[in-house]
């Protein structure tokens, strides 16, 4: 039963940040139908931001947070501002062929610029775990799921009450008419994958600490997003964050109970039984981007 | 874009043409990932080369030449290993090879071996079949887990060890160390319990640590590379898993485990195959600590060591069979690795045969150490 | 004017071994075929129905993995105390299983795949790939999984009254591969020219219009999975013998990348397209090289591929296509003016 509740508090603090790797995704996939290879680029460089400010720049923990959450936004926007834009309204495989050749460089340039050896952050938090009775947790790990929870709640309120994200909706919904009645869809392409790419890189700058910084890091990630995505429907933000949970749930659970070999495989194997039962997502009923 | 055109036109036309065979020296292919999931381990090695190639040419060379080394990324892909190979053995005509790191890649590299019977001295591979597959042109210096678990027999009397789990790297490395192990330890009569995986990019093993944290086994043998272990080691203690945990595998870079790791690490004991930390306890101390300084000089990483100094030895056996051989040829040098005797930076390199009769393959036993973290410091562990 | 040319090009690529000596390269172009096998294979799916299969290195891989095991055989114990035991056969008949076990693999996952389109079949097809390599790591009885499949043996043809031929050396395989290239693109050249391949492309325009004049959907697609899948599972093969060691390291997502670059850049939806995509990605590290470090290589993987993309986005092959017909289509518009005037006065 202590195993049961250890694996309950491990998916926890696993969900919160696949929620936040799949709810960027699923905006970006959901408004601009672009197969984004880069999402695990973007988490690797949160994480590699986080480096840079805590151990090279010798900068508060705390603070480097939102610096990552800034740098993945910028480098979202110029992804999407030399790379998508110019490609608007081309084949959406043409698109995804063109991230995937900016996954590849910008993954060698990763490795060029910071190696092959993995990196740590030092964290300021206390080693010894907090104990309650015979589940454990690490304080960095509650950390992680106090942050997500924050960035999760801010990109609903981003968009569901401010301007914004009403204009993103609405370009979800219908581009056509959305651009009709005034918005700028070039605006809110560019505003959608900034986000998104940043909320990757956040994901990659919590877990970068709990584990370790190496370029090959957003690859895994990135498949697990696709995952999310899919569980929760696409442009749905509060599937996401369900679909995140879930596959932490099954992570957890199949690598203890079934085979810890498979562990990975449950991402695949509930996108692909949701898709044979249920292709449009679990929760395709309820709210679209918001 | 037009210059672009003429280079690699030019480029083909000198591999095509093969263009004169090194005259002034003498060439060891390189056969490395240096791109990839493993380019860590795989530029330690080349850095290490590089120190053992300098300093036989700051000595004389081999045969009145130098040496040169030929370095290829195989980009950790088997396909690539192979195309690399064959780029070594026939445009750049280099009569032994070094290579290819790991089972996977280096198994790749295999059948080219055969067919243009060109010997490779194998610096980091464990998998038993690269020894037992009938290829007489393998001649591996590191030790497959079975040599390991041999080796480890004998210190295991003093460990007091009644029950043991597993939790090792889904790979043949990692598999065949459950293997190897898990017959050694039930012929001492120490009974196994849980053998759990771990996929290899996997960095959340809460799951399988949470499993192990529940058993009755009092130890956890846990085979991996470095970048594994430190993750294994925080989360263990994040899960408030106590057990003794001894690692096997020689990737294990202490070093980086205690940066990165902390206090996690300590009381972690370890399975290596290199004393970088106390040079007079290797087997050839004053070649440990030139290579020691070397590295430090050269500005590498301290940690990397563990891996390096294989790249270091493996040169240098190169150079020895090539020396003994009297000339650069690759029928000569196979037939002269079976007589040489170099003193390794973790033991003699002597080669045995191994495999099947008639077709064996060369296996050379170096000495294994078991060593632990306290306190943030490495020392041996004394039994 | 269009078979000359395809006829021009087989003899080319068939003479290459005749000056070409150097086994490096002819390596190279051996491994690049054998990718470029899939690709075609791939273009099927990506080209004509337009389909993006992700998942398309789980054919090529299981194509490997049955050629293996069918010609080094197997010893597996299943629960309940069961033994499958199989004694090994010839690697040619670890070829045809090969083609047949994938195509059939095709079925099962065009019928459950194309339930979903566009972005979603990208998904499910993903992970497909990612369980059937899971399984190979897993499933070590059978597979080995992470210890390997080695010591695989060459591709063997039985020619009456000559004996065995193994087929060991470089130049028998690079035919080997240019026989099996040429029968697949003959194969899916005819394909696409029947009505089938006029019903894909009725689906890819316009699915609705397309069911509305009675094209069987499902029929349709999964006859392009299956014939896809079969294409790639003999590339896999191909590869099996060729390499003669297989690892569950066969399903990494980087060959179904590197299949997918060939597609698309050379131009999907057309014959010729993986041809020239191939060639090119297949053989830039040859290039690369020498010239560059490791790592600029890949930058300059990408980069190509980006800079391509941008200046010809529907693949090199189509995008000089046009160009060509462009100044076709003034002939012909000055013929057909000329024709419709005669005819005029003919019947006037």
């Keep these: 039963m202590s195993e049961f509740l250890q694996h309950l508090v491990n998916m926890l603090v696993l969900g919160g940040t696949y929620a936040l790797l799949g709810i960027g995704l699923t905006l970006i996939f959901g408004i601009m139908n672009v197969v984004n290879f880069t999402h695990g680029v973007l988490y690797t460089f949160g994480a590699y931001i986080m480096f840079i400010v805590v151990n090279q720049l010798g900068l508060n923990f705390f603070l480097a947070l939102p610096v990552a959450v800034v740098a993945g936004w910028l480098l979202g926007a110029a992804v999407e501002l030399i790379l998508l834009r110019p490609l608007r309204g081309s084949d959406i495989d043409t698109t995804m062929l063109v991230m995937i050749g900016a996954w590849i460089a910008m993954q060698s340039g990763t490795l060029w610029i910071w190696g092959g050896v993995a990196k740590s952050v030092a964290t300021p938090f206390p080693d010894e775990p907090l104990v309650l009775g015979s589940v454990s947790v690490s304080w960095l790990r509650l950390f992680v799921l106090a942050a997500a929870a924050l960035l999760i709640l801010a990109t609903y309120f981003l968009v569901n009450r401010t301007k914004l994200g009403c204009a993103m909706r609405a370009t979800f919904q219908d581009q056509d008419t959305a651009s009709l009645m005034g918005v700028n869809v070039d605006l809110i392409y560019t505003s959608t994958f900034a986000i998104g790419s940043s909320l990757a890189a956040a994901a990659g700058a919590l877990l970068g600490p709990v584990y370790v910084i190496f370029p090959q890091m957003g690859d895994l990630a990135a498949v697990k997003a696709f995952a999310i995505v899919i569980l929760g429907g696409l442009g749905n933000i509060t599937g996401a964050v369900i679909g995140g949970f879930i596959l932490a749930l099954a992570e957890e659970l199949g690598a203890g109970y079934v085979s810890s070999g498979y562990r990975d495989a449950m991402g695949f194997l509930i996108i692909i039984a949701v898709l044979i039962f249920k292709p449009t997502g679990l929760f395709a009923r309820s709210e679209r981007v918001g | 874009m037009r210059t672009m055109k003429y280079v690699p036109a030019a480029a083909l036309a000198v591999a095509l043409l093969g263009g004169p065979a090194g005259a002034q020296t003498i060439k060891i292919g390189v056969n490395e990932p240096l791109t990839g999931a493993f380019a860590a381990s795989g530029t330690y090695v080349v850095n290490g080369a590089k120190i053992a190639a300098d300093e036989i040419n700051a000595k004389g060379g081999v045969l009145g030449k130098k040496i040169e080394l030929v370095i290829e990324d195989n980009k950790s892909n088997p396909t690539e290993a192979a195309a690399v190979a064959e780029k070594l053995i026939n445009s750049d005509k280099t009569p032994v090879m070094m290579g290819a790191w790991g089972s996977s890649l280096t198994l790749a590299v295999m059948p080219k071996l055969m067919e243009y019977e060109t010997p490779m001295v194998v610096e980091t591979s464990s998998s038993g079949k690269i020894t037992t597959s009938g290829n007489p042109y393998i001649f591996r210096i590191s030790p497959p887990s079975a040599v390991e678990a041999v080796a480890f027999r004998n210190i295991v009397d003093k460990l007091d060890l009644k029950k043991v789990d597993f939790l090792v790297i889904n790979n043949d490395w990692g598999r065949g160390t459950a293997e190897d192990f898990g017959k050694m330890f039930k012929e001492k009569g120490i009974s196994v319990g849980l053998v759990e995986t771990m996929d290899q990019g996997a960095q959340d093993m809460s799951a399988q640590l949470a499993k192990i944290k529940g058993s009755d086994a009092e130890t956890v043998i846990v085979t991996t590379a470095v970048d594994q272990l430190t993750l ?57 600590k030139y290579f020691i300084s070397e590295w430090k000089k050269r500005g590498f990483d301290f940690a990397g060591c563990t891996e390096s100094f294989r790249g270091y030895d493996g040169i240098r056996t190169a150079a020895a069979a090539i020396e003994k051989a009297g000339k650069a040829e690759p029928a000569a040098i196979k037939t002269a690795m079976w007589d040489i005797k170099v003193k390794g930076l973790n033991g003699d390199i002597v ?33 | 004017m269009r078979s000359g040319i395809t006829i021009l090009t087989v003899a080319a690529f068939a003479s290459i071994p005749l000056w070409l ?26 080209g004509f129905t337009g389909q993006l299969s992700l998942g398309h290195v789980a054919f090529f891989g299981i194509g490997a993995y049955v050629s293996a095991l069918t010609s080094l055989g197997f010893d597996v114990p299943l629960p309940g105390d069961l033994r499958i035991v199989h004694d090994p056969w010839p690697p040619i008949a670890g070829f045809a299983l090969a083609v047949v076990i994938a195509g059939l693999c095709g079925y099962f996952v065009g019928r459950l795949s194309f339930r979903v389109r566009g972005a979603y079949f990208v998904i499910v097809t993903i992970s497909f790939a990612e369980v059937v390599r899971l399984v190979a790591l897993n499933w070590v009885e059978l597979t080995q999984g992470p210890l390997a499949l080695n010591n695989i043996s060459s591709i063997a043809l039985r020619l009456p009254g000559f004996g065995e031929l193994v087929l060991r050396t470089k130049l028998q395989n690079y035919y080997l591969v240019l ?42 697609l999964t006859l392009a999975a299956v014939v896809s899948a079969a294409i790639a599972g003999a590339a896999g093969s191909l590869y099996a013998h060729y390499i003669r060691i297989i690892d569950p390291e066969v399903f990494a997502f980087i060959n179904t990348v590197t299949m997918v670059i060939m597609v698309i850049s050379g131009g999907k939806g057309s014959l010729a397209g993986p041809v020239v995509g191939g060639l090119i990605f297949g053989l830039m590290p040859v290039f690369l090289r020498p010239i560059m470090t490791p790592e600029a290589q890949w930058i300059a993987y990408g980069g190509l591929l980006i800079v391509i993309l941008f200046v010809l986005p529907r693949g090199i092959v189509p995008s000089l296509m046009q160009r060509f017909a462009k100044r076709r289509q003034e002939v012909r518009a000055v013929r057909s003016v000329a024709f419709s005037k005669s005819s005029a006065e003919e019947h006037a």
């Design chain 2, 351 to 383: 080669f045995r045969k191994a495999g099947p009769e008639g077709k064996e393959s060369g296996q050379s036993q170096p000495n294994v150490y078991l060593i632990e973290i306290s306190d943030g410091k490495i020392g041996m562990k004394s039994l």
């Design chain 3, 21 to 46: 000596r150097d086994p490096y390269l002819m390596n190279a172009l051996i491994t690049t075929g054998i990718f470029i096998i899939a690709a075609m294979s791939l273009n099927l799916l990506l």
């Design chain 2, 232 to 288: 294994i080691f925080k989360q263990a203690a994040a899960l408030g898993m106590k057990k003794r945990i001894i690692t096997t595998g020689g990737s294990q870079n202490p070093d980086q485990i205690i940066a990165q790791a902390g206090a996690a690490a300590n009381g972690t004991m370890h399975l290596t195959t290199f004393l970088p930390w106390f040079p007079e306890k290797t087997p050839n101390p004053e070649a440990t």
């Design chain 3, 179 to 220: 026989a099996v290239a040429v029968a697949a693109y003959a194969l899916i050249s005819r394909l696409v020219k029947s009505h089938f391949g006029r019903a894909m492309r009725g689906l890819m325009e316009n699915e609705a219009l397309a069911t509305s004049v009675g094209i069987d959907v499902t029929r349709t």
